[in-house]
């Protein structure tokens, strides 16, 4: 049974700023796939864009960010890879962009600074030798030189938005060099899924402390100590029907803790019954304003520090005090890991509507507010992947 057309919006996504609605609306159009596999993809690349640099004040003293693990199993030859490409398109762009200024900028700027603080280094140390005057005040002239050549070490490769297919090592390098923040993505998860379903492996460990945040301190022989403080880890992960119930499985039987943090469907050819209908005469400004988003994202927050803080509206903070109390209650008498997933529920709530405030506002979200329209946006998105999965 095929798909139809209508003129109306699904209630799940009605309420999405409308840039990034009416963009995934022309890629379900433009590649007859379901809406909700855009969709995912796009709130993956709204997050990937945010990094760190974003967070909402979810109670008291404590802030939630907008990192994402995205999960789909989808059947083979649905069209993923262009998906792929569409919506998570303006944030390959501009790495690109990035890395061509870090190739004429700041690599020859890093490396002959770093030159010129050998040499003073070099020569200071000479003099001392010869003439014996190593004081105090040459060891603090020395200790100031020596940190501003490793400040240079630091852009003599580029920083990263995205990453593939890497082990949690590689990942830790690659956050080190880019803000503690990146995306790691695939459309052919596959082998991602079969290394992340190992219990108690440093994988699993690894995605663990960089949804939440926690110290990570990977330490191997042959690479250099990663130190972070607060890594920020978004996935968005695409994979074959086999592979996805084979992963959710794997992730029930073990009690992994990974699957709460996960929002995750299994979509069918039709999971959207109906396709909106979209003027075909106005895809490139359709596309050019989900560009513009994306590019504000992310050059407003994904490099920055501290973090932007979004307040919620009052009605907003009584209402999820509401959702985190009866989810919990929920999880009390379920020992399964079914009550994990419930009890990570309003956290989820809270991650989705503060990517989906940041689109809204398209990179000026310091002065906005949360509001109670985009929490309810995020809620019936979760449930949305809920009732797939």
């Not at 433009?30 to 909402?56: D, F, N, Q, T, W």
Request: net charge positive.
């Amino acid at each position: 049974m095929g798909r139809g057309q209508v003129d109306t919006i699904p209630d799940w996504l009605s309420s999405w700023p409308l840039a990034l609605r009416e963009r995934i609306v022309l890629c379900s159009n433009e590649r007859s796939v379901p809406l909700e596999l855009p969709a995912a993809v796009a709130i993956a690349a709204i997050s990937a864009a945010l990094g760190k640099g974003l967070e909402v004040r979810s109670g008291g003293s404590r802030t939630t960010r907008g990192n994402l693990y995205l999960l789909l199993g989808v059947p083979s030859g649905i069209g993923k890879s262009e998906v792929f490409r569409d919506m998570l398109g303006p944030v390959l762009d501009f790495e690109a962009e990035l890395h061509d200024w870090w190739e004429e900028e700041a690599s020859p700027r890093a490396l002959a600074g770093e030159e010129l603080l050998k040499a003073r280094i070099s020569a200071t140390r000479s003099h001392a030798r010869r003439f014996g005057d190593m004081d105090l005040g040459t060891f603090k002239y020395l200790r100031s030189v020596e940190r501003k050549r490793r400040i240079c070490q630091r852009y003599l490769e580029p920083p990263c938005l995205l990453a593939d297919d890497a082990t949690p090592e590689a990942l830790a390098e690659l956050m080190g060099k880019s803000g503690e923040s990146i995306a790691t993505v695939s459309a052919d998860a596959r082998y991602s899924l079969k290394r992340l379903s190992v219990a108690d492996s440093r994988d699993e460990s690894f995605f663990l402390k960089a949804f939440s945040g926690d110290l990570v301190l990977a330490s191997r022989v042959t690479r250099k100590t990663a130190r972070l403080r607060s890594p920020s880890l978004t996935s968005v992960f695409l994979t074959q029907i086999d592979s996805y119930r084979a992963f959710i499985a794997k992730a029930r039987e073990t009690r992994s803790g990974l699957l709460p943090r996960f929002l995750h469907a299994e979509l069918g050819q039709y999971s959207s019954d109906y396709i909106p209908r979209i003027d075909m005469r106005s895809a490139v400004r359709i596309r050019n304003s989900y560009i513009g988003v994306i590019y504000g994202l992310v050059q407003s927050y994904r490099f920055e520090t501290p973090a932007t803080v979004v307040e919620p509206s009052e009605e907003v903070l009584r209402y999820m005090r509401g959702l985190e109390k009866l989810y919990r209650g929920k999880a009390e008498s379920d020992s399964t890991i079914m009550g994990e997933v419930l009890r990570r529920r309003a956290e989820q709530v809270w991650r989705v509507a503060l990517c989906l405030n940041a689109a809204s506002c398209e990179g000026s979200s310091e002065n906005s507010i949360l509001e109670m329209s985009e929490v309810s946006a995020a809620e019936s998105w979760v449930a949305r992947m809920k009732a797939l999965g």
